[in-house]
């Protein structure tokens, strides 16, 4: 199982940006598929969540209201449209996949339930 992401980059303080995450070697589609961020010298903290058993949207704290995670299970893929970015937004940002409870989503559990993790993709909030 592989997950790639792709998308991150540099951006203005106010500006959007919209990250991919591509499986292969496993299908998305009944999978809880969460969007992870850990900041420089922070631990890992989760963004959203989309369940695979009804396609339900859990929002961490910091995601909510201007991020928006979405799956594309033709493609494979999920998303994650993060808008009126800040500096504070500034992390790396990994997918992820829970199989703890047959694609069930819980923000509760932390990163060590996640069995598949994408490296990373990069995000800059400067101006």
């Known amino acids: 199982v592989q997950l790639q992401a792709s998308g991150g980059g540099l951006v203005q303080p106010g500006g959007s940006l919209t990250l991919a995450c591509t499986a292969s070697?496993?299908?998305?589609?009944?999978?809880?598929v969460a969007w992870w961020r850990q900041a420089p010298g922070g631990g890992r903290e989760v963004l959203t969540c989309i369940s695979g058993t009804d396609g339900y949207v859990f929002y961490g704290d910091a995601a909510r209201y201007r991020f928006s995670p979405s799956k594309d299970n033709d493609r494979n893929t999920v998303y994650l449209q993060m808008r009126n970015l800040k500096p504070g937004d500034s992390a790396k940002y990994f997918c992820a996949i829970d199989q703890t409870d047959g694609g069930a989503c819980n923000l509760i559990r932390t990163e060590e339930f996640y069995r598949y993790w994408g490296q990373g993709t990069q995000v800059t909030v400067s101006s």
């Open positions: 070697g496993i299908a998305l589609d009944r999978e809880a």
